[in-house]
């Protein structure tokens, strides 16, 4: 009786491990907790910046540097002018197909190399290689074959996002457990089954990953793209007030670029969050 008083009562404690007590939450001070309000942090860190910018910009040449307000007035100058909304259209238009095309190829590569061997041995290397060198070392060739129209902007894009989609789709079908692959062969399933079925869901987590860091380069191969074939769009932009040190409205695209990255990051995650909740529901607070 008395050991098993002793199982009990061990069963019922919460087990300690590397100084972490599982079965229990950490109880919550009472006050203000900063880690309680990102919000508002976030919010007081950009306030406390903007005046810093106002304060210090204003100390110096305009040519170097520029303030909140005026870059404020200059965009609303471009907006009613209607180049910069034309710019970002121009923009977007490139970055749409060039990142579109990426995830279809990147998913359907990465799913083949990370389920077929023969595949994964044929193109791995060819990845790897093309993965590694900078995109701007091959900017002069995809100008001699593609030109300087909106296809060679593309492409600058598509090799940008593809690479990212490829090995993060290639780690996550290689991820999936095998057990689960050989419950559902004993269950009668097909390969198309096991891969519609088993693989691809579990893989979801790992594309969405390798989407939202396609997000950022593709980004960054827009703005390259602009700067040396296409010369238009939110990249145009920056050279034109750059050569006639118009500062304030140069960062009207810069401050624009950051914020589309961030809106599409946001949107990526979004979507990963839709796609696959089970993933946050695990996720460590």
Request: hydrophobic share 50%; glycine share 10%.
């Amino acid at each position: 009786m008395q050991a098993t008083r002793r199982l009990t009562a061990q069963s019922s404690t919460p087990t300690e491990h590397d100084g972490l007590i599982y079965g229990l939450r950490p109880p919550r001070q009472a006050g203000f907790r900063p880690g309680d309000h990102p919000r508002i942090l976030g919010g007081i860190a950009v306030v406390v910046f903007l005046i810093a910018w106002q304060i210090y910009g204003a100390s110096i040449n305009p040519i170097f540097l520029s303030t909140p307000t005026a870059v404020a007035g200059a965009f609303v100058d471009l907006v009613r002018s209607g180049e910069l909304p034309a710019a970002i259209l121009k923009s977007l238009q490139g970055l749409a197909i060039g990142f579109g095309l990426a995830v279809v190829a990147g998913i359907t590569l990465g799913v083949l190399m990370g389920r077929y061997r023969t595949i994964n041995a044929i193109f791995e290397p060819f990845v790897t290689l093309l993965y590694a060198t900078p995109i701007v070392a091959l900017i002069p060739l995809i100008m001699l074959w593609f030109g300087l129209n909106l296809q060679a902007k593309v492409v600058i894009i598509f090799e940008s996002c593809f690479f990212p989609i490829v090995i993060n789709t290639q780690a996550g079908v290689r991820n999936v457990s095998r057990s689960m692959v050989d419950v559902g062969r004993a269950y009668g399933a097909s390969e198309r089954q096991v891969m519609t079925k088993v693989v691809l869901p579990s893989a979801v987590p790992f594309v969405m990953a390798g989407i939202r860091l396609a997000v950022g380069r593709g980004v960054v191969g827009m703005v390259v793209a602009e700067f040396f074939t296409t010369l238009s769009g939110l990249g145009s932009m920056i050279i034109v007030y750059q050569n006639s040190f118009a500062t304030a409205k140069l960062f009207v695209p810069v401050i624009t670029i950051a914020i589309m990255g961030l809106a599409l990051t946001g949107l990526a995650r979004f979507l990963e969050q839709r796609m696959a909740p089970w993933k946050e529901s695990e996720r460590a607070d």
